[in-house]
């Protein structure tokens, strides 16, 4: 167990919904990434928070979007889904902004029908 | 091309095999390189990393990095069932305004009794 806590664990929603992913980091951690998972692409960078102001983006789509609260935690809001947005979708925490040491949580498993 | 490459595999070895698992990159601006291991629907495990060339020691795990041929190694002694997972190979450039991972594909090893 990395610490990190994601939830929910699975979301099934349709084409043109909203959701919204949240993360936990592990105690005392101040950066948060979030990564999009998928077969084909395999692990992408979206984005990255530090303290609760934004520190870095991928290629992360418009329609996505994210922001770190006072309390550390994360949420990532995705809108208007698409068939293409079904992936897992990880968060990973560290305790500054050293790449080094990034640990991940367990996922959210995002299907859209 | 891609920045990291990395063997899809399969990797099929017996128990109690040395595996070295390899990924290639590009870009010369790379710092931090980092292995995970990811069991099937879960978030990827932190294993080693390394910073810059040189060797690195963990038990069964020896991460070895090359910056002259940009290329960087994973050995497992002794390898165990246990081990079988994908083996994602991560790096990052220098800290700063940004500490983004970017990933191999990921090795699939399977260690057979």
């Known amino acids: 167990d990395s610490g990190v806590t994601q939830t929910p664990k699975h979301l099934i929603t349709a084409t043109g919904q909203r959701v919204t992913l949240r993360c936990s980091p592990r105690?005392?951690?101040?950066?948060v990434y979030w990564y999009q998972q998928s077969l084909d692409q395999g692990l992408q960078f979206l984005i990255q928070?530090?303290?609760?102001?934004?520190?870095a983006k991928g290629n992360i789509l418009e329609r996505f979007s994210a922001q770190q609260f006072p309390d550390l935690h994360s949420e990532l809001n995705l809108s208007s889904l698409e068939l293409g947005d079904s992936a897992l979708y990880f968060c990973?925490?560290?305790?500054?902004?050293?790449?080094?040491?990034?640990?991940f949580g367990p996922g959210t498993r995002l299907t859209v029908t | 091309q891609k920045e990291v490459e990395q063997d899809p595999g399969p990797l099929s070895v017996p128990e109690g095999a040395i595996v070295s698992l390899n990924c290639t990159y590009s870009?010369?601006?790379?710092?931090?390189f980092m292995w995970y291991r990811q069991y099937s629907r879960k978030g990827p495990e932190l294993l080693m990393y390394?910073?810059?060339?040189g060797n690195k020691e963990d038990g069964r795990f020896t991460a070895q990095v090359d910056k002259s041929s940009k290329y960087i190694s994973l050995f497992i002694r002794d390898s165990q069932p246990s081990d079988s997972a994908t083996y994602l190979c991560?790096?990052?450039?220098?800290?700063?305004?940004?500490?983004?991972?970017?990933f191999g594909t990921g090795t699939r090893l399977q260690v057979t009794l």
């Open positions: 390394t910073y810059s060339s």
């Open positions: 870009n010369s601006a790379f710092q931090y």
């Open positions: 991560a790096m990052s450039a220098s800290p700063g305004t940004a500490s983004k991972l970017t």
């Open positions: 990973a925490s560290s305790v500054g902004t050293s790449p080094a040491e990034q640990y």
């Open positions: 105690s005392g951690d101040l950066s």
């Open positions: 928070y530090y303290n609760g102001e934004e520190r």
